[in-house]
């Protein structure tokens, strides 16, 4: 590869971007005017909403941009606008000297080839290397990447492989050629929490390994603030705000920048008192709308004036090379966002008699049926999806449920609603016994709980009109009739931050969040004691995370409403729940007040989530317990500790041989740790580690 | 793999069981008595009782049903009425001649197919792939009977390039005189043809819009490698279904295609054994399109699994 750059040009120059494709449905103006800067050796994070462009301008950058498409602007890459040069140059440039990783690793390696020859192909195509010899570089490769047993690796299909190993397997192809620059467009979203924050620490290692200008595309601040050099906030197409990783998150100069930092939950170590999400309100400037001349933010933004819509603010340098575009950089502070109103919370009583306990429940999937012999699957043992649980849910008050995926979090909730039948184990309503499915319950226990699911889009009927979703819950379960029915669907729309006007509309026809905001009306509808809401909030960027949050939040006090709230991320559950149960292989590992158990003593598998969650604070000092590998699934029951074989603080034989015991923790009487190390060691343990003492973990046994 | 295996067979034993099952109940409500289609008019009622008498034909239905399928069980499918030989003899030379006429067409139809289908999906919206796309469901839309006629009035009739008729001398193969395949083949091709590349135009396009081809092409490989390492082989696999699906639709063909052609292969001896209430052959040749059918079914589904590493049969 020859360059003709000079030392001090950047690597990757990108000036006024715009990108429009034309699709039947309309232009859609994915970029309107970008420019920024990559040197080698620099991290470059860019974040912003879906829907801003970030992706799109990372393709644009592999000059990969399919359909049909108007380009604008330039994008230099060592000296050279890839925006016209040959097929067959794009190509030299692609795969060699820069490097890409992938949102989804599952669907982004080829299914029906092995993952060594996937990555042989790119040495294969870009040096000269023999086949013998490719095959060596790519055992290099993934060992590199943290692979172990590489040759080994090569030899599997992706679908053999765990998420984290296939996101590695990928980056071992980015990093094959040694390329000058990486590009990766969101590389740790979807992945479990725990392999995030491993893939994130193999990306920070790359940094300094390898020679190359790295562009970070993400959505999550955390990890930006971990990765990043330097940051570029996208909104509608621009960047509105870039500079230095701690001057963006210490002192944003652009209201977006920071509404984006106070709608994210406190990082799950800080301690103090309890914050409100701010919410910043509205949705992210359309794509298919036309570019105007004025600011494109001002109409969500709480500082926006006259001006703002009448001229499009100019980038300025506020110094030390941030820029941003606002008129008035010079007055944004934190508090420009307003906290969203809250009645003061009446004080939550933790001895209240609980509105619905489960006791000892246990849900295997794939009970062996009777069958005929050479008919029916061949069904092996079954898969110990929930192995006995205990829980209770207070009046009025929110039981967040926490693990990784696979550990069980999803069939306890379905079993609580009754979508699917317990293998064995009691749930009480109200003292009263529940039925396994919600055939089996009575009408008024059917319409005590409610579900919201991850979903919107798929969980609401897209034929139907939002209405229809809201209304038969009222006529269902309330008895009122079309004209009554009609107007508290209405109501609760308003309530719902949502208009009257929309119950008309078709689910397609709104975005995710408000999507989800139906759902929850729909759900508030029935006037429910208890929702289980199962990864509510997960599919919804960080702004419209808040507003929902915050409008749970209000509906528990106005209502009194119970909540079982399941997630995978620590700061959401801290931010709603009084109550905390943390999941691992289908059993509870702890489990307890919130402020219980995430303050030490935890147990050793809460302590490595906490310490996994990438806090939006580029000063947070890293943790560094990681999990490797992934939730087991579980066919035979543990003869010890069901963590045993993850477990970063394991002391011996005896966590192999003997279930661990269940301990009181010491500041509540209903905190409780299942561990073999006794709750005072744990504390000391886990605060000699957050002084940051190394230390060594033994037991008097 | 074995375990797959005795269960699939065995699933094919069942499927068989029952499809002789409504063979043998069709044939006995088909109307017309055999006994007088042998005797002729003038039959006396004594000697019409002694014909029934000597096929076994007075027994009572169960009792027929359960000699019959234990009989083809062991390989003797009994005698032909009309023939008045064993229907082993008789079908053995038709079904050669029934495989080697669907085997060539098969040939024909599904690499064209696929080499149509694929350079479809990758040329999207281009004329070719319009020109493709309308004379693929002209195809599927046309019988067999009307495309049959079609080609023979101008490939025979007009051009005279081809033979009109396939009739077979007695003691040659098809073999001797490929020539008189082709027309048939072709009419048989139509439907096969397209429908396996439309299937395979619609895999293709989708394959071409995935993750993997993406991740492909910015690897920095060359379009013919993308199509042929990454397109392709993710492509092709639902086609296998489709083929063998197919082959269904192609045994029914057959029936049609060889009496438009008066080619002497198990789909004419179908329509014989019919109109002359040969009852023990029809249910034979019925009973063997059957079994072909199930046993296509299993090959799709073994090579189905051999090519695709994400489904290990058990």
């Not at chain 1, 620590?570 to 292989?585: F, K, N, Q």
């Not at chain 2, 492909?216 to 390492?229: N, Y």
């Amino acid at each position: 590869m020859t360059t003709t750059q000079t030392n001090n040009a950047p690597l990757m120059e990108v000036e006024n971007l715009s990108v429009t494709f034309f699709t039947p449905a309309g232009a859609v103006r994915a970029v309107r005017d970008v420019s920024l800067q990559v040197q080698r050796n620099e991290v470059l994070g860019i974040v912003g909403e879906s829907g801003c462009g970030k992706s799109t301008v990372g393709y644009a950058m592999m000059g990969y941009l399919p359909g049909t498409t108007r380009l604008g602007g330039s994008i230099r890459f060592e000296g050279q606008d890839i925006t016209n040069i040959s097929a067959t140059e794009l190509r030299k440039l692609r795969g060699n000297t820069i490097g890409m990783v992938y949102q989804d690793p599952t669907t982004s390696l080829n299914p029906v080839m092995r993952v060594g020859p996937q990555v042989e192909e790119v040495l294969r195509q870009h040096t000269r290397l023999s086949r013998e010899q490719a095959r060596n570089r790519t055992a290099e490769l993934f060992e590199s990447v943290g692979l172990a047993g590489p040759r080994r690796i090569g030899r599997r299909y992706p679908h053999e492989l765990s998420g984290g190993q296939q996101q590695r397997g990928l980056i071992a192809m980015a990093l094959a050629c040694d390329p000058h620059l990486l590009i990766m467009d969101e590389p740790t979203t979807g992945l479990d929490v725990t392999t995030e924050a491993t893939i994130l620490d193999l990306i920070l290692d790359l940094k300094d390994r390898v020679n190359a200008g790295i562009i970070l595309i993400t959505h999550n601040l955390g990890v930006v603030a971990r990765g990043a050099d330097r940051v570029a906030v996208m909104y509608a197409g621009h960047v509105v705000e870039q500079g230095p990783v701690r001057t963006i998150f210490k002192n944003p100069r652009h209201p977006y920048t920071a509404g984006l930092i106070s709608c994210v939950p406190q990082p799950v170590t800080h301690e103090g008192e309890d914050h409100v999400l701010r919410n910043i309100p509205g949705s992210v400037y359309s794509a298919q709308e036309e570019t105007k001349d004025a600011c494109l933010f001002a109409s969500r933004c709480p500082m926006a004036t006259a001006q703002c819509t009448a001229s499009a603010p100019p980038v300025v340098d506020a110094g030390d090379g941030h820029l941003s575009k606002c008129f008035y950089w010079e007055q944004v502070n934190s508090d420009v966002w307003s906290a969203a109103e809250t009645t003061q919370s009446q004080a939550k009583d933790p001895n209240a008699a609980p509105i619905l306990t489960v006791k000892g429940l246990h849900h295997f999937y794939g009970t062996p049926r009777r069958r005929f012999v050479f008919f029916g699957p061949i069904v092996g043992r079954p898969v110990r999806a929930v192995v006995n649980v205990d829980l209770a849910v207070k009046p009025g008050q929110t039981l967040g449920v926490v693990g990784e995926s696979g550990s069980g979090k999803t069939t306890l909730a379905r079993n609580v609603v009754g979508l699917i039948h317990r293998t064995s184990g009691d749930i009480k309503l109200q003292g009263e016994d529940l039925g396994p499915g919600v055939e089996d319950r009575a009408k008024g226990q059917r319409s005590a709980i409610r579900m919201v699911f991850q979903n919107p889009t798929s969980s609401l009927n897209p034929k139907l009109p939002v209405s229809h979703a809201l209304m038969r819950p009222l006529k269902k379960f309330q008895g009122l009739k079309g004209p009554e029915a009609r107007e508290r669907a209405a109501a609760l729309l308003q309530a719902v931050g949502l208009e009257p006007g929309h119950l008309d509309r078709l689910p397609g026809e709104l975005s995710g969040g408000q999507q989800q905001r139906v759902a929850l009306a729909a759900t508030f509808a029935g006037k429910a004691d208890l929702i289980v809401a199962d990864e509510a909030v997960s599919a919804l960027d960080v702004s419209v995370q808040a507003q929902v949050l915050n409008l749970l939040k209000q509906h528990q006090q106005e209502a009194g409403t119970s909540y079982i709230f399941i997630s995978h991320d620590l700061g959401v559950v801290r931010y709603v729940s009084d109550d905390i149960l943390v999941m691992y292989a289908g059993h509870v590992a702890e489990s307890g007040p919130r402020n219980s158990v995430l303050r030490p003593p935890s147990h050793p598998y809460t302590e490595a989530l906490l310490s996994a969650a990438p806090a939006p604070d580029p000063d947070a000092v890293p943790t560094r317990i990681r999990l490797p590998g992934t939730v087991p699934t579980l066919r035979q029951a543990f003869t010890g500790c069901f963590f045993a074989g993850r477990c970063p603080r394991k002391v011996g034989d005896i966590c192999d041989t003997t279930p661990p015991p269940a301990q009181q923790g010491p500041d509540a009487p209903s905190h409780v740790i299942y561990c073999h190390i006794p709750a005072e060691q744990l504390k000391e343990l886990q605060l000699q580690r957050s002084n940051g003492k190394q230390d060594e973990v033994s037991i008097s046994a | 793999m074995v375990r797959f295996l005795v269960r699939r067979i065995s699933l094919i034993v069942v499927t068989l069981l029952v499809v002789s099952l409504a063979i043998f109940l069709v044939t006995e409500v088909l109307p017309g008595d055999v006994a007088s289609m042998i005797l002729g008019q003038g039959a006396t009622p004594s000697n019409l009782a002694a014909v029934r008498e000597q096929l076994g034909l007075d027994r009572p239905a169960p009792a027929r049903y359960l000699s019959w399928i234990a009989n083809a069980a062991q390989g003797d499918l009994g005698d032909s009425y009309v023939q008045r030989r064993p229907i082993v003899d008789i079908v053995k030379g038709r079904l050669g001649n029934s495989l080697i006429l669907a085997g060539f067409a098969f040939l024909m139809a599904v690499p064209t197919a696929i080499l149509l289908g694929v350079w479809a999906g990758i040329k999207r919206d281009s004329l070719g792939d319009q020109v493709i796309s309308i004379g693929s469901l002209v195809a599927i839309s046309l019988p067999e009977f009307v495309t049959g006629v079609l080609l023979m009035v101008v490939f025979a009739s007009t051009l005279h390039w081809l033979p009109s008729s396939s009739v077979l001398l007695p003691g040659t193969t098809p073999l001797d005189r490929p020539q008189i395949l082709i027309l048939p083949a072709l009419t048989l091709t139509g439907v096969l043809l397209a429908y396996v590349m439309r299937m395979t135009r619609a895999n293709v396009i989708e394959v071409m819009q995935s993750h993997y081809v993406r991740t492909a092409i910015l690897k920095g490989l060359p379009m013919r490698r993308v199509i042929f390492r990454h397109v392709l082989p993710n492509a092709l696999l639902p086609t296998i279904s489709i083929v063998a699906m197919n082959v269904g639709w192609m045994l029914g063909g057959l029936i049609i295609v060889e009496n438009v052609f008066s080619y002497p292969g198990i789909g004419r001896l179908l329509l014989t054994s019919i109109q002359g209430r040969d009852v023990p052959l029809l249910q034979a040749v019925a009973l063997l399109i059957a079994a072909t059918y199930a046993v296509s079914n299993l090959l799709a589904d073994l090579s189905y699994s051999i090519l695709n590493p994400r489904i290990r049969l058990s």
